[in-house]
């Protein structure tokens, strides 16, 4: 059941892949005569796209079945969940608008949020005593869709900049514009280089004294560019740069985040020595057509519905579940922390939009913010920063 859960997978994975090639193509057919009219190449897509949907829920309930719990019990499992929420999102949006752009950007960036759930381990193992309840399901489930959902309002926000935005200008919109994309290419760059060493069968294993004042081994799957604190190197020949970090640190992930922003940013400069342009020109051509009154009603809408769910999945029902789980319902956590930081910011959103009419550029630009703080939780925070929620 396991290896059909994985094949279905990496199927939707594929599928998705040849949906975004029609998608493009939908945008560059000679018959498309506007965003909203039917061609025969964004059909095609979001039928492949459906076809995906349906291989990557099939993923889902093996994977549920195999394992006897709902899978978004560890980083494997809640990130390949996220990319299917993100997925059905962009599909229910995609039939009522019929905004043929979106598929270009937004199954991309599900295809990298798989990729990226494909760099941590994937077996199935029992739930440790923490997570052996029924909020697993609950919480998890409706934060990644929550968070999924406003993901959508990232891809219309970012769609909207590349159209709006003059590059020949420059000025600090370009220029964090060009940061935005800088930092999807960083997650290539992790995909990259974790894939590479992997190949390789790169490993070194070092002992450590962790934050309970306990030594304990850990295992390191590229080369080490910072060391568990009081770290010694146990593997023979590995590479060890001595330079330790606090236990509060997990410096194994820590060494990760460093090669994949290393590998990344040489992917990056690589693209733009090859093109001679900034990488936001790129896309430019794509969304020339796209119409910034629907990116804009779509982003905020977006936010409308993800804000409410989120706040069920990551306030509500998290602290429903602290409570029972650790006789507290907030505990300044990292996690419950970031969790709030990314509850208040789109709230903020939503007061600036309704009170303040920030609307078009505005807008866009608060949507793409709100997703770079869920992904500093979701990379950041749950890589390097120990908590009482790092199960991966």
């Not at 796209?49 to 394992?67: P, V």
């Amino acid at each position: 059941m396991a290896s059909i859960s994985s094949t279905l997978l990496y199927t939707a994975f594929l599928l998705y892949l040849v949906a975004t090639v029609f998608f493009a193509g939908s945008i560059k057919s000679k018959k498309h005569t506007n965003q909203t009219g039917k061609n025969r190449w964004a059909t095609i897509g979001i039928t492949i796209t459906l076809i995906g949907f349906a291989a990557q829920l099939g993923y889902f309930f093996t994977r549920w079945i195999a394992s006897g719990h709902a899978p978004v019990s560890n980083l494997f499992e809640f990130i390949t969940f996220f990319s299917m929420m993100l997925v059905a999102s962009f599909i229910i949006i995609y039939f009522i608008y019929k905004l043929h752009i979106l598929g270009v950007f937004a199954l991309p960036i599900a295809l990298l949020i798989i990729a990226y759930s494909s760099m941590f381990p994937r077996d199935i193992s029992p739930l440790i005593p923490a997570l052996q309840s029924d909020w697993l399901a609950i919480h998890v489930s409706t934060v990644a869709a929550g968070e999924a959902i406003l993901a959508i309002s990232f891809v219309a926000g970012l769609i909207f900049l590349l159209k709006d935005i003059d590059l020949s200008k420059g000025g600090k919109q370009a220029f964090w514009l060009e940061a935005i994309l800088f930092s999807i290419i960083l997650v290539v760059g992790f995909v990259v280089s974790a894939t590479t060493f992997s190949i390789a069968g790169y490993e070194s294993e070092f002992t450590f004294v962790n934050a309970d004042e306990e030594q304990t081994e850990v295992q390191y799957s590229m080369p080490a560019l910072v060391t568990p604190n009081e770290g010694e190197l146990l593997t023979e020949g590995a590479f060890s740069s001595g330079i330790e970090m606090h236990a509060l640190v997990n410096a194994p992930r820590l060494n990760t985040v460093i090669w994949s922003v290393g590998v990344g940013a040489l992917i990056y400069l690589l693209i733009r020595l090859i093109s001679r342009r900034r990488v936001a020109a790129l896309f430019q051509p794509l969304v020339r057509k796209a119409n910034l009154d629907m990116l804009d009603e779509i982003g905020y809408r977006s936010v409308l519905i993800g804000f409410p769910v989120f706040t069920l999945g990551g306030l509500v029902f998290a602290m429903i579940w602290a409570q029972i789980a650790w006789t507290r319902f907030w505990g300044w956590d990292p996690k419950e922390v970031w969790a709030l930081i990314t509850w208040l910011f789109y709230a903020a959103f939503l007061h600036l939009r309704l009170s303040r009419g920030w609307e078009g550029n505005r807008s866009a630009w608060l949507a793409v913010i709100g997703f770079a703080i869920i992904m500093f939780n979701l990379v950041a925070v749950n890589l390097i920063i120990a908590g009482l929620h790092s199960y991966a």
